[in-house]
């Protein structure tokens, strides 16, 4: 039987590694075979019931592997080729996508959630994503398990960018989780001297600090905002980012930046999340209070070139499990084990 393995999203809670038919290469489509797929928190968010996916689809947006099929009037895309993707199948029509913002695609659709993802032995590309241009060749020097993590080094790159930090410039992380560690390889990449990360989890943060982190909270023991203006010369950071879904949150984040800065809610929340806030620290500081998510395709074109100098990136992954075990990977990331979870087929 053509068949392969697969990881099968059937409802909140409810997920089963399964053997399903292996998909082939129609007109303009191609074929990928997965080397490594990432867990995101969003993974989990849709486990958990946070956030919607399509029952019975293949999770899995943060993945890389090689071409191994191509449908007729396939350009540019070798058979072979090592890829990863920008899992946004966007509309190209919306004023968003004109703007060049597919990530805000009013009518976007996205791998591993309405259309089947990487956490499978294989993954079929749609002629629409094809033709995006958003099946993304690999440098030769950058490997698979790496590459598997463009897609949220892309959206830490567009939360930075949006922020507007600068060389010599400080951060503020909560959540020194897999995404608070890759705002911090970021930052320092970019030549931000100040990194400030917080977390209620010791061992996440003993792991921020030898990654070179200049300063570290926990909130259980310590007074956030005096941790943030002891570090910063008592002015606040340049950018503060929400990387957790706890609302409450947001507070710390307004008080620990400075005058003028920048607050980004990167995480995502739990549906109708809220929480109380003085209006008066955004209202005196000018502060600027927004949010990303994902990021327009250009910042993955240059992520996969990125990767190769960050020489710290791969610290980033700390287990693996077999694809026939990723309903445990899921427990593992649940769990708050390590950070990022790759799954292997
Ligand atoms: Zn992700
Ligand atoms: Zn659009």
Same mark, same amino acid.
């Given at each position: ?195 400030? &990360? !917080?977390?209620?989890?010791? =061992? ?7 990654? %070179?982190?200049?300063?570290? /909270?926990? $909130? ?102 077999? &694809? !026939?075990?990723?309903?445990? =990977? ?7 084990? %390590?950070?990022?979870?790759? /799954?292997? $087929?």
């Amino acid at each position: 039987m053509d068949t392969m393995k697969a990881l099968i999203f059937h409802s909140p809670g409810r997920i089963a590694v399964e053997e399903v038919p292996r998909p082939h290469a129609g007109p303009g489509e191609i074929v990928i075979k997965t080397v490594a797929a990432s867990i995101c928190a969003s993974d989990l968010r849709v486990y958990r019931g946070e956030k919607y996916a399509k029952p019975g689809v293949i999770p899995g947006h943060e993945f890389a592997g090689t071409v191994v099929e191509k449908g007729a009037g396939v350009e540019d895309i070798a058979l072979g080729d090592r890829v990863t993707l920008c899992p946004v199948w966007a509309c190209d029509r919306c004023e968003f996508c004109i703007k060049g913002k597919r990530n805000r695609c009013v009518h976007r659709l996205t791998l591993g959630y309405d259309e089947n993802g990487g956490m499978a032995e294989y993954v079929l590309v749609s002629a629409g994503l094809v033709d995006q241009g958003h099946v993304i060749k690999l440098p030769d020097d950058v490997p698979f398990e790496l590459a598997s993590l463009t897609e949220p080094f892309s959206c830490t790159l567009h939360s930075m960018e949006v922020c507007q930090v600068r060389p010599g410039g400080s951060i503020f992380v909560i959540g020194a989780g897999p995404m608070g560690i890759m705002h911090l390889l970021l930052a320092q990449a970019m030549g931000l001297t100040i990194t400030i &990360l !917080s977390d209620f989890v010791d =061992a996440r943060l003993e792991h921020a600090k030898a990654l %070179g982190a200049t300063a570290v /909270v926990n $909130p259980k023991r310590q007074d956030v905002t005096e941790v943030v203006m002891q570090a910063t010369g008592g002015k606040g950071a340049d950018a503060a980012i929400l990387s957790v879904g706890n609302p409450d949150a947001i507070t710390q984040c307004l008080k620990a930046t400075r005058k003028q800065g920048f607050v980004n809610l990167f995480g995502g929340f739990p549906p109708n999340s809220a929480t109380n806030l003085d209006p008066n620290l955004i209202h005196y500081n000018e502060l600027f209070v927004t949010g990303t998510q994902n990021a327009p395709t250009d910042y993955y074109l240059r992520m996969v070139h990125i990767l190769r100098t960050l020489p710290k990136a791969e610290r980033v992954i700390t287990h693996r499990f077999p &694809l !026939s075990q990723a309903d445990k =990977a899921y427990e593992s990331r649940l769990a708050l084990e %390590g950070l990022k979870i790759l /799954v292997i $087929p």
